[in-house]
C-alpha cells in the first residue's frame, strides 16, 4: 500500500466519521451527586467507566457517588482522582492517601521533604502530584505505595509538579524552565510537560510565558492551560505540531480529557461569572446550553469526562447551592429527512473520493 493511497483512506475514514455522528444530536441530564446536603458546597473531581465519581463536600470530607448511593470516606480526607477499580487519591494536611475498600494508606514522601501531595491515579495505582525535596523545592513524582520517584525538571528548571498520569505511566504537569526570547535573553516560567521514556519533555505555550498539563489520556494527549502573546489564559490539548487552542471567553482551562479526545473545563466572559466547556463534535460548547429540559441549574465547572461521554464537576442548583453533578449523555434524534440527506451526501461524497483515489493509483 502506497503513502498516497493510505493518506486518501485516511480522508474517507475522516469523512465518514462526522456523518456517522450527526446520526443525533447531543443533550445531557443533570444529576445531583449530593441532593441531601443543605448547607456548604460539594464538588466532584473525578469519574472513571463505571461511573463511579470521586469528590468533596464540606463538613463531610471525600465521598464516592454511584447510581444514586453515596459513600463518605473521611472527613479529613481530601480526594483528587478515582481510577477505574474505583481506588481513590488524595491528601490529608501534608500527606498523600489512597482509598483502596475502605482503608486508607499513606503514600510517605522518601524524597527527603517534609510534605507530599497526590494529584492524580491511573488504574493500575499509579499516583502522582508533587513531593517537597528541600525546603521551597518540589518535584512532581510517580508513586507505586511507598516507593515514590522524583520525575525531576525541564532543563535548566528546580521546580514541578505532576497532576495527571495515564494507564502507560505518562505523566503531565508544570515545570520552570528558561527560553530564550526573541533577543536572547532568558526568560523563566512554568511549562507544561509530559513524560516519555522517564524524561519531561518541553510541550511550550499558547505564545505566552507559561502553560500548565491538567489531564493526560491514553493516547498521551494532554489538556491544560496556557498563557498567550495579549496575556490572556486559555484552554489547549496538545498535538504533534504543538499546543491548539481551544479556549473560549477571555480566560479558560481544561481540567479533564477522555481517549477520544474530547475536553471538559471552565470559562469565563468577564473573569467573575464561571462556565462549564466542553468539546462537543469538534466545537467547544458551553454546557449549560445542552442540558435537557428546564433544570435550572448552572453549570460553572466541569473537571472530568470518561470515556462514555459522562462529565462530573460543580455548579449552582436550582436552589442556589454549589453543588456536585453528574451529567449523562441523552440521545436527541434528528429528523428523518436530514438523515436521509446526509446519507445521500455521503455516499455521494465516498463514491467520488473512491473512484479518485482508485484513477490515482492506475
Request: net charge negative; proline share 2%; glycine share 16%.
Given at each position: ?50 461511573g463511579q465519581v470521586a469528590g468533596n463536600a464540606a463538613g ?84 507505586d505505595g511507598n516507593s515514590v520517584q522524583s520525575l525531576g ?173 453528574l451529567l449523562t449523555p441523552v440521545a436527541v434524534p434528528l ?28
Amino acid at each position: 500500500m502506497t503513502k498516497k493511497f493510505k493518506k486518501q483512506l485516511l480522508g474517507l475514514l475522516l469523512m465518514a466519521g462526522p456523518v456517522y455522528s450527526a446520526h443525533a444530536a447531543v443533550l445531557y441530564s443533570v444529576t445531583d451527586l449530593t441532593p441531601d446536603l443543605e448547607f456548604g458546597w460539594s464538588q466532584a473531581v473525578g469519574i472513571n467507566d463505571a461511573g463511579q465519581v470521586a469528590g468533596n463536600a464540606a463538613g463531610t470530607g471525600a465521598f464516592i457517588a454511584h447510581n444514586g448511593t453515596l459513600n463518605y470516606l473521611s472527613p479529613h480526607f481530601t480526594a483528587v482522582g478515582i481510577n477505574g477499580s474505583g481506588q481513590v487519591a488524595g491528601y490529608s494536611g501534608q500527606s498523600s492517601l489512597k482509598y483502596t475498600n475502605g482503608s486508607l494508606t499513606p503514600i510517605t514522601n522518601s524524597l527527603g521533604g517534609s510534605y507530599i501531595y497526590a494529584a492524580g491515579i491511573n488504574d493500575g495505582g499509579l499516583v502522582t502530584g508533587r513531593a517537597e525535596i528541600t525546603p521551597g523545592i518540589t518535584h512532581a513524582f510517580a508513586a507505586d505505595g511507598n516507593s515514590v520517584q522524583s520525575l525531576g525538571v525541564l532543563a535548566g528548571g528546580h521546580v514541578s509538579n505532576g497532576y495527571a498520569i495515564n494507564n502507560r505511566g505518562q505523566v503531565t504537569g508544570d515545570s520552570y524552565t528558561y527560553i530564550a526570547d526573541a533577543s536572547g535573553r532568558s526568560i523563566g516560567g512554568f511549562h507544561a510537560f509530559v513524560t516519555e521514556d522517564g524524561l519531561m519533555r518541553d510541550l511550550g505555550t499558547l505564545g505566552g510565558g507559561y502553560s500548565r498539563g491538567y489531564a493526560i489520556n491514553d493516547a498521551g494527549l494532554v489538556a491544560g492551560e496556557s498563557s498567550r502573546a495579549d496575556g490572556s489564559v486559555h484552554a489547549f490539548i496538545s498535538s504533534d505540531n504543538g499546543l491548539l487552542d481551544v479556549g473560549m471567553g477571555i480566560w479558560s482551562s481544561a481540567s479533564g480529557i477522555n481517549n477520544i479526545g474530547q475536553v471538559v473545563g471552565h470559562y469565563s466572559v468577564d473573569n467573575q461569572v464561571y462556565r462549564a466547556f466542553a468539546t462537543l463534535n469538534g466545537e467547544v460548547t458551553d454546557l449549560n446550553t445542552v442540558i435537557a429540559g428546564s433544570s435550572g441549574w448552572v453549570l460553572e465547572h466541569a473537571t472530568d469526562v470518561n470515556n462514555n461521554g459522562n462529565i462530573v464537576g460543580y455548579g449552582l442548583t436550582p436552589s442556589g447551592r454549589r453543588h456536585a453533578f453528574l451529567l449523562t449523555p441523552v440521545a436527541v434524534p434528528l429528523p428523518a429527512a436530514f438523515w436521509l440527506f446526509g446519507s445521500a451526501l455521503f455516499g455521494w461524497a465516498a463514491t467520488r473520493a473512491r473512484k479518485s483515489a482508485v484513477q490515482s493509483l492506475i
